[in-house]
């Protein structure tokens, strides 16, 4: 069918084969919900717990240490080294999933549970069916509050105003016609269509339904959103690739050991045995549980603050995000409408939210001033008996600053009570009502559009007189400018009368009082956060379907754009060209900070760009038009309470506060958690190394082993993990939101990283292989001694190697890591359980252990602090972080 907006209604009802006076029959809507389903949208399918479960297997680190776990009991026939790795992998998957589990949970609870209803006119009669069951061609009834449960073209309106904000990104209510409109009428000004998802403001219709399910206009967008492939978390990447990287060195390091053992004609059984000791050394097993607890710990912590995050490495990729982008309706502004600025003949108020009660005071000596808040007290629908007001946004917004000013809307109203009253229409683009004044006679009191108004008025109040009205092409251009500013009009005019007027006369010879603009104010604390923001290198874009003067007036009042920025910074959605010969400049594209008039499909466009560049995108947003870019973020961020159902499930994170506020704290978090990542990766691999090397140089050099497989699992799961978590629970450096961001290709370790792992492991190797040297040519120790004097030099080195993880800038014995409680905590616990150990038999027969002599200790004490100074001597030298 031809776009039903551009018909007449005859021709929708006759192409539809409805009838406007009875609807369809049952028969009738049986045979459609055949043919065209029912009218809905099937939600994103939840993941299940068991797909929970299975995804936090799908980890290289994980495969590996199963593949350990299978060689280890297979060719070392060691059923206690095997337990042990698979109780890391199990420990890992639970966290994993218990966190994940609990994301979900918290977002199933913002679901808005229960089944709409729709009142729809079938075989004669209006009845009350489940919005499921909508069929096109149905004749609907809606009324102030409800939400439209589909696309239809309008028969009858009463005043009728939407609210698309959630389509269309337009802030304010559109008011509705019936007549038929051109042919390429674009969606926002298809002022004769209700569509679904939207919210009745005010007023009722009648409408025949054109499109159900995923035909209408939301189920386009949502199927655009489903299309685009979701983006895996930088973490995640940069986590994959580090496991890459370890894999290699493992195999690398095992095939090398099992060369040269073949080579030197050792037991191949042996040569087996130590190569996966070698492996078992080489893999991090602390790594996946402390990156998990680690982000776990940052979910709970923003979860505290109303911050719901789905995914646990979606709280890295916060400190990674270098551009965020954000809608404007309801998450940089209050989403109400605000009176902002007050023109009259001789005096303009702007900022109104800003004055101070004393300013009203003196403003009250004006006539002009007192008769339009008369009139927009009393030329106004809102239902001041209601507990709660509602009515008309800009109504609304005229009684509360009433309300402001101190004027008493109830009372002025019951003082001058309404004899007559000429309803709004979007042909007259007005409103009239007659009320008793207090000098026995009666005051019309008009507001409306304003060339509708003023083509009313022969006077204009001035100097708290009538004058004749001159000047009305000056005003005409007065009106112009403030339009331009994005700010929505309404003007006002009166006239007083000693006798009752017939309706006929009550909009002859008015006076004009002047002209309010209304304005969707900008939330109170954003103007802070955008400033946090651009002190730490993130630049914030706004990308909303309002007007371009509504988003400029935003964009200057917090910050976003200075009141002097060129007009690059703001980019119509009508410019924006993607592909072809007219294609926009990327520069222009990348440089700006506000896109107004954009469409769903512009804004995913816009996200792809800014990918492409090698941006970490963040995207704000709350309504069905931000789904597919919400989809394709890096990260996306719907509202908890304002957010469509629809937008909370296409997002990464649910602020359940719905403050743009709370991502400052999620950022910083985010910031956080990576510098703690990167401090443990480079303690776990540096202990690793030791390890690995350790082992390597042992066998080669015909020393005896320094370490066994199940120590080495001992000292994975013990020494090292307890230290590593207690890295992860840092607060953070002071200045962490004061630092650019991170490029978005960064790795987990740069060079200067890899090279800090190294130095920290070698010097903790010397300890390791050099006591194991002494022990064995220069004290003539047994195996079994000098093996445990090399595990206790290698307990003790690697938990003096938390004190190498503080950075390079800060002394030695005021920095981060010595602050941290947690730390010393780890130390005490991994003491305790490596002292634990030796006195618990089963244990000590497991790892080998055998008692010490003082002296033994000593050299065990001495080698282990050389290890340290030797790091700390080279870290000051510049070479490590």
Known sequence: MLEPFALSIAAVVEKLNSNLTDGLTENEVKQRIKKHGKNEIAAKAGKTKLKILMD??????????????VLTFFFNDDLPETIAIITVILITVIIGFIMELQGLRSL??????????????????????KSSLLVPGDII??????????????????????????????????????????????LPDRTNMLFKGTTVEQGSAKAIVVETGLHTQLGKIQQMGSEVEEQRTPLEKKLSELSKW????????????????????????LIIETAVALAVAAIPEGLPVVATIALARGMLKLSKRQVIIKQMEAVETLGATNIICTDKTGTLTEDKMQVHTLV?????????????????????????FNAMLMTSMLCNNVILNAEELRGDSIELALIQFAEKVHFNPKKVKEEHPEIMEIPFTTESKLMATLNKNEAKGYTVYVKGAFESVIHHCNTILKNNTSEEF?????????????????????????????????????????????????????????ASTIKVYKEAGIKVVMMTGDHPGTARKIAEEIGLISTNATSNSIIHGKDLQFEGEHRTNQTKILDASVFARVTPEQKLKLVQLFQENENVVGMFGDGINDIPALRKADIGIAMGIRGTQ???????????NDKFTAMELAISQGRAVFDHVRQFVVYLLSCNLAEVVSVGLAALLGLPAPLLPLQILFLNLVTDIFPALALGMGKGEVDI???????????????????????????????????????????????????????????????????????????????????????????????????????????????FLINLSLEQIGWVIVFALGSLALSQIIKRLGGTF
Do not use: C
């Open 56 to 69: 936090q297997f799908n980890d290289p680190i994980i495969f590996i240490l199963a593949v350990a776990a």
């Open 108 to 129: 199933e609870a913002l679901r808005k549970m229960g089944i709409t209803e729709s009142s729809v006119l079938r075989d004669g009669k209006i009845k009350a069916i």
């Open 141 to 186: 009834i809606i009324e102030a509050g409800d939400v439209v449960s589909a696309d239809a073209r309008l028969i009858t309106i009463e005043n009728l105003a939407i609210k698309e904000a959630s389509l269309t990104g337009e802030s304010r209510a559109i008011l509705k016609t019936i007549n038929s409109l051109p042919k390429n009428t674009t």
């Open 246 to 269: 370890l894999i290699w060195l493992t195999l690398i390091f095992a095939v090398l050991i099992i060369f040269t053992g073949y080579l030197r004609g050792q037991d191949m059984l």
């Open 344 to 368: 009259f003949e001789d005096e303009t108020v702007t900022e109104i939210q800003n004055k101070a009660h004393a300013y009203f005071n003196e403003l009250e000596k004006s006539e002009a």
């Open 470 to 526: 001159k000047n009305k092409k000056e005003w005409i251009s007065r009106e112009n400018d403030l339009a331009s500013q994005g700010l929505r009009l309404l003007a006002f005019a009166f006239r007083n009368h000693e006798t009752k007027p017939n309706k006929n006369d009550l909009l002859s010879e008015l006076t004009f009082i002047g002209i309010i603009g209304f304005l969707d104010p900008a939330r109170e604390d954003v």
């Open 646 to 656: 629809a937008a909370r499930e296409a997002a990464d994170i649910v602020l359940k």
């Open 737 to 847: 939101m004061k630092r650019p961001p991170r490029k978005a290709n960064e790795p987990i370790l740069t060079r200067k990283l890899w090279s800090s792992t190294i130095i920290y492991g070698i010097s903790i190797t010397a300890a390791v292989v050099g006591i194991t040297a002494y022990a064995y040519f220069g004290l003539e120790f047994s195996a079994q001694i000098i093996n445990n004097m090399a595990f206790y030099t290698l307990v003790l080195a690697q938990l003096f190697n938390v004190f190498n993880m503080a950075e390079n800038k800060v002394s030695f014995f005021k920095n981060e890591v010595i602050k941290n409680p947690w730390v010393w905590s780890a130390i005490g616990i991994s003491l305790f359980l490596t002292i634990g150990a030796y006195y618990i038999p089963p244990v000590a027969n497991a790892l």
